[in-house]
């Protein structure tokens, strides 16, 4: 079983909706968590850290569960420029670091 | 303005050809790291760094070296490149449980 588990999609959704990503993790002990957005070919760039009691940016909010093992990212007023892959991170301690595992990413196209 | 630089940005060379891709970060972060990108199999980590002289594995280090030297600089050595690490490599830095900044990332092409 893969450690970060993501559905690859892609979620292809009009301008407008509402869509949600989830990203489960296999080891309890992660203790850190991520959304980052990668566009074509480019960097990774941060979207959220994801904190136990749930938190939200603009049109972006992000949840934690951590009896299940998993986060959330809801999106919610989707633009065009959505419109890319969703990585989830988790951080989990091992041998006096954090060690970060990338989910393989979640793809959304957003259409007119 | 914070950073974490690579260079080259691109690479075309030839098999068995040393080459090293520079990685530098002005944060002041303990922590650094390289991946490669692959279609198909997302960013798999390579080598990361905690603390200037202190480096482990990550998923596929094979083929690869790495040093840190400076807390800065994370410079990642393919000794004999082959065409299977023709790939999209980043650097990425941050403190030791935070989010990570990346670099824009360098594309290597080995033929």
């Known amino acids: 079983r893969k450690e970060v588990e993501q559905d690859p999609g892609p979620f292809n959704v009009p301008e407008g909706a509402t869509v949600a990503f989830n990203c489960t993790y296999s080891n309890s002990a992660s203790q850190s968590f991520f959304w980052y957005r990668q566009d074509c070919r480019k960097e990774p760039k941060l979207l959220m850290s994801v904190y136990s009691s749930g938190n939200e940016d603009g049109r972006f909010t992000a949840q934690l569960n951590r009896a299940s093992q998993y986060i959330s990212l809801l999106i919610r007023d989707s633009k065009l420029s959505d419109s890319a892959t969703y990585l989830c991170?988790?951080?989990?301690?091992?041998?006096?670091?954090?060690?970060?595992?990338f989910g393989r990413g979640t793809s959304l196209i957003v259409h007119p | 303005e914070a950073q974490v630089t690579q260079n080259p940005r691109y690479l075309i060379t030839v098999t068995g050809k040393k080459l090293t891709v520079t990685c530098s970060q002005n944060?002041?972060?303990?922590?650094m790291s390289w991946y490669r990108q692959d279609p198909g199999l997302g960013l798999r980590q390579i080598y990361y760094s905690m603390n200037v002289e202190v480096t482990d594995k990550g998923d596929v280090p094979e083929g690869y070296k790495v040093s840190r030297k400076e807390k800065r600089n994370f410079p990642l050595i393919l000794e004999s490149p082959s065409p299977n690490q023709t790939s999209l490599y980043f650097c990425?830095?941050?403190?030791?449980?935070?989010?990570?900044?990346f670099g824009d990332g360098t594309r290597l092409s080995i033929l």
């Open positions: 991170v988790v951080r989990t301690p091992s041998g006096g670091s954090y060690i970060p595992t």
């Open positions: 990425a830095s941050s403190p030791l449980n935070t989010a990570q900044h």
């Open positions: 944060m002041n972060h303990e922590y």
